[in-house]
């Protein structure tokens, strides 16, 4: 089965704090990707990154950094030197099955405050 | 790009009544849109896959004849909730793919359409 486990319900920072959001997924698949949305008050899902299973190097963009390691099946997300206008639920999700449905985690709420 | 719009962002309706949310993507053709539902403080959970030209996949446990899902163009399909009672009241989120829907696509979403029966 697949799944998704983001077991960080609720963070809360200060800004300029440097934060990491957890995500471990299972999956039986050996191809896969894995996602990171983020989805501010006003509800809409944004793209933050897309991670092929065979491609483990890590990335960063900006103030934003994700750790892919296969051997412990996580995807973690950091957000350095975070900001007010980082707040929002922060989603991890894995792609699979036929038709390219993705299967997402609970999501993390993150709150920077000023 | 990949740009995806729906319409309404908000609704209120009376119990019994049908609401109609469209979903359109504004500059890309999409050959797969999804279909979410989103209840207050949780996770998204997946509806439905919508392919253009055919008939939709449910999830299980979704009705098909509640949530009538309809995808007549590359661009554009549409979730009707039918006979709507406060238990539908929900945010519901389409995303569409650049091609093919397969699992190497990434998704882009649509803003959400809040629904409230009253």
């Known amino acids: 089965a697949q799944k998704v486990t983001q077991a960080q319900t609720e963070i809360s920072v200060v800004e300029k704090e440097d934060v990491t959001l957890d995500c471990v997924y299972e999956?039986?698949?050996?191809?896969?990707?894995l996602f990171w949305y983020k989805q501010p008050p006003s509800g809409e899902l944004v793209f933050l990154i897309r991670r092929n299973s065979f491609d483990e190097q890590n990335e960063i963009s900006g103030r934003y950094s994700w750790n892919f390691q296969k051997s412990t099946s996580s995807f973690n997300f950091t957000i350095t030197a975070s900001q007010v206008v980082d707040s929002a639920v922060y989603f991890c999700a894995l792609g699979g099955g036929s038709q390219g449905n993705l299967i997402f985690g609970k999501g993390t709420k993150l709150s920077v405050k000023p | 790009g990949a740009v995806v719009s729906q319409h309404p962002s908000r609704v209120i309706c009376k119990s019994g009544t049908s609401v109609k949310i469209e979903c359109r993507s504004l500059?890309?053709?999409?050959?797969?849109m999804f279909w979410y539902r989103q209840f207050p403080k949780q996770s998204l959970m997946l509806m439905a896959t919508?392919?253009?030209?055919?008939?939709?996949?449910?999830e299980q446990g979704v009705e098909k004849d509640k949530f009538l899902i309809n995808h007549a163009s590359l661009t554009l399909s549409t979730l009707t909730v039918t006979s709507a009672h406060p238990e539908d009241s929900s945010f519901y989120i389409c995303?569409?793919?650049?091609?093919?829907?397969?699992?190497?696509?990434?998704?882009?979403f649509g803003p959400g359409t809040r629904l409230t029966v009253l």
């Open positions: 995303s569409a793919t650049l091609s093919g829907g397969i699992s190497t696509d990434t998704q882009y």
């Open positions: 500059d890309f053709q999409a050959t797969t």
């Open positions: 999956t039986r698949d050996t191809t896969y990707y």
């Open positions: 919508s392919n253009e030209g055919s008939k939709a996949t449910y």
